[in-house]
């Protein structure tokens, strides 16, 4: 009996109004068949609303009760297209309780939707009266705090969920406070994914007090890069120092300071679990403005809750200019601090301080790059300029154009060098991590522009590889960076080239990152 409907990226060159009949045949079809539905995978088409419309009458027949993995990653909801299949599981559910055959969904994914916080609660509500959920992967939606809470307490009423993957959306305080109380009732739970999510030390402190509680199957904890500080980082340490069955514990691109990661390292080491610990190169640096992000949180969630949850473009656009501020004085008072590759002899290079208070606008940036352009943006350029690539971050000549642009502008100042590590880690690990994208063809396009390969077309390489070649050391030493590209890149670095000899230094520690294990 057909049981496992695998559609995902199946409507490639369709015009978005063929999708919905196309939706509509094959769900008639799976009915005429009489097929019980174990899987439902939709990922990668770009239906919208009116696609969730065409396949509703399928969720909520009897194909869809005996439904176990239900995915819908990168479909383009939206919040109506949330609310429609929220719709569709409640009435599946309410009909199969009737009929005494409850449903049994345990795998739900709707990754890269924007279905922001009214279509997340909606959802919220359906996984009330489903209550059998194992993995809930909802990445990048745009929710924030509210949209967190309704889906913190609709998890708790699913005692069996094991995998929480919610990065990059945005908790706040308020958010990571009602989660980390939800997780106190998931005693399953192996695996939580809260990074790019804005946690806060107070978020962190909540999530740590939770871990000492319990949760004594965790293996996977992911907070990295939620503006936490090493007091907080150092609550988690503590909390988690005693669990055996921790495997990874993901605290970069936070800000411990130098002081900090060395105490966070310094913890795991005596209870011999540093190799449970992730990279913190990305760390940002000590931040002693924590109570003003507390009293920031507070003041957007008021906002939030006055105006009914404005459209969430506006709220991005406020966060980027508070980002900018807060990285202008940082970059002035000369405190930022991150990971630099050590340089050879060279004329010290100053701090580029940005003057101008206007946010340039991404696409500005990326047709004339500038360090100061980069660091106007904010620490939201590391997530600005891969949400502006769209569905293009799975196009790997696309991403080795971004990349070689973002690169074009490294120097050894901090604010900059720091600029371009986050934002090439961020684009690379959404590229990395895309299904379709083609790491080989990745490699090829940046050996062709860097002049290290023949192209059947006439390409003018770039006039300097320095920035290139210093950043791909700091790529290759990096968890997401797959290791077969290792080979590849040797092998050219090793060829006699011109252009390599005038950056030996480059291509020497470049070659020392792609070498280490």
Known sequence: MFQQAQWSDMFTGRLRSEIPLALESLGHAVLTA??????????????GPDGVRAFRFLLCSTACRSLMTLRLNNCGLGIGGGKILAEALLECQREAKAANQPMVLRVFVAGRNRLENDGATALAEAFKMIGTLEEVHMPQNGINHAGIAALAKAFSRNPALRTINLNDNSFTKRGALSMAEALKDLQDVNVINFGDCLVRSAGAFAFAK????????????????????????????????????????????????????????GALQV????????????????????????????????????????????DDEEDVEEDYDEDKERADNGTDSCKVPEETEREPVKTVVVTTPRVPAVDSFLKFPSPE?????GSEACNLIP??????????????????????????????????????????????????????????HLLVHLGLLKSETSVRPMSSLEGPLLVLAHVASQPYFPHSLQPILTAFLAKPNQRLEKHKDACHKLMQALQKP
């Open 34 to 47: 009489g097929a019980m539905l174990t899987e439902l995978d939709l990922s990668d088409n770009a239906f």
């Open 210 to 265: 939770t871990l000492t509680e319990g949760l004594p199957k965790i293996k996977e904890i992911n907070l990295s890069y939620g503006e936490i500080n090493h007091i907080a980082a150092m609550a988690v340490v503590r909390a988690v120092e005693k669990t055996d069955s921790l495997e990874k514990l993901d605290l970069n691109g936070n800000c411990l300071g130098m002081e900090g990661c060395k105490m966070v390292r």
């Open 271 to 314: 209870k011999n679990k540093l190799e449970v610990l992730a990279s913190l190169s990305d760390d940002e640096g000590t931040d002693d403005d924590d109570d003003d992000y507390e009293e920031e949180d507070e003041q957007e969630e008021e906002e939030e809750d006055d105006e009914d949850y404005e459209d969430a473009e506006d």
């Open 373 to 377: 352009k980069l660091v106007a943006l």
């Open 387 to 444: 949400h502006s690539l769209g569905d293009d971050v799975g196009n790997a000549s696309q991403v080795a154009d971004t990349f070689l642009r973002i690169t074009s502008v490294y120097n050894l100042a901090e604010n900059v060098s720091c600029a371009v590590f986050k934002t090439t880690d961020s684009l690379l690990t959404k590229a990395f991590q895309h299904t379709e994208f083609q790491q080989d063809l990745f490699v090829s």
